[in-house]
């Protein structure tokens, strides 16, 4: 995960099942996650597009990698 990403700080979505949680992050005390996969689906809760190059590159690597 990029060092710093952009999240609209409205929402943080939970999930039913911990094992499809990639990555977390936090806001003061609160842990959510940032990165889900259930499969071949992946979820963002930030906006990688708005996230700048790393972002970017963090979805890039992600398209690849569900492709290979």
């Known amino acids: 995960l990029p060092a710093a990403v952009y999240y609209a700080r409205s929402y943080a979505c ?14 003061a005390e609160d ?9 071949n689906t992946v979820g963002f809760q930030f906006h ?12 890039s690597t992600v398209a690849r990698e569900l492709v290979s």
Not at 31 to 39: L, Q
Not at 48 to 59: C, H, M, Q
């Open 14 to 27: 939970r999930p039913e099942h911990e094992e499809v949680v990639v990555a977390e992050t936090g806001l």
């Open 48 to 59: 990688p597009e708005k996230s700048s190059r790393p972002g970017l590159e963090l979805l």
């Open 31 to 39: 842990r959510f996650p940032a990165i889900v996969r259930a499969h």
